[in-house]
């Protein structure tokens, strides 16, 4: 009977020690500081592209309608006060408006001609969106080297770990 109990004694420390095992709490833990000896940076380059406003001043020509308007006018009238004088009935005002279509014509011709080319200049801004790309320097982490008990191991961590690192050692029985 006593070792039937001492048999279930091993079994539920066995299981016991299992499950601390499984839940990382085999054995004793203890916190250290160790020196630090190198550290990293962990650097990753990306492209950026940046958009921006790009703007000038373009010089376009027009043609100057303004200043053909009045001898048009002119013109037609006179060339359809001119069609009216021939002509009778309903040729009559056939003749009228082949007159002040004429006259309008020749009119129009002439404005151009003496003004040279009727051209204006017009300042136009134009706009368009560029792309400004240039390589920027991404941190990812650091690459820690530090040294306990003589031996040098290596870790990597989210921020610079300052002149030292605390460490968490942990001291677990082999064999049992």
Avoid at 32 to 55: G, L, W
Avoid at 66 to 95: C, E, K, N
Avoid at 147 to 172: D, F, K, M, N, W
Wanted: glycine share 12%; with cysteine.
């Amino acid at each position: 009977m006593l070792r039937k109990w001492g048999t279930l004694a091993a079994m539920l420390g066995a299981l016991a020690a299992g499950t601390a095992a499984a839940d990382g709490h085999r054995g004793s833990s203890d916190y250290v500081y160790a020196k630090v000896v190198d550290v990293d940076p962990i650097v990753r380059y990306v492209t950026v592209r940046h958009p921006r406003r790009e703007c000038w001043n373009e010089v376009v020509y027009e043609r100057d309608r303004t200043r053909v308007a009045g001898p048009a006018l002119a013109g037609g009238l006179i060339g359809g006060a001119i069609g009216r004088q021939f002509g009778g009935g309903s040729g009559r005002d056939a003749l009228t408006l082949a007159g002040a279509i004429a006259g309008s014509a020749i009119a129009t011709e002439r404005a151009v001609r003496n003004r040279g080319s009727a051209v204006r200049e017009t300042n136009v801004e134009r706009c368009e969106v560029v792309h400004d790309s240039y390589r920027e320097e991404r941190i990812d982490g650091y690459r820690v080297t530090y040294q306990y008990r003589g031996r040098r191991h290596t870790i990597v961590t989210p921020e610079p770990p300052g002149s030292r690192i605390r460490l968490r050692v942990t001291a677990v029985p082999i064999g049992y």
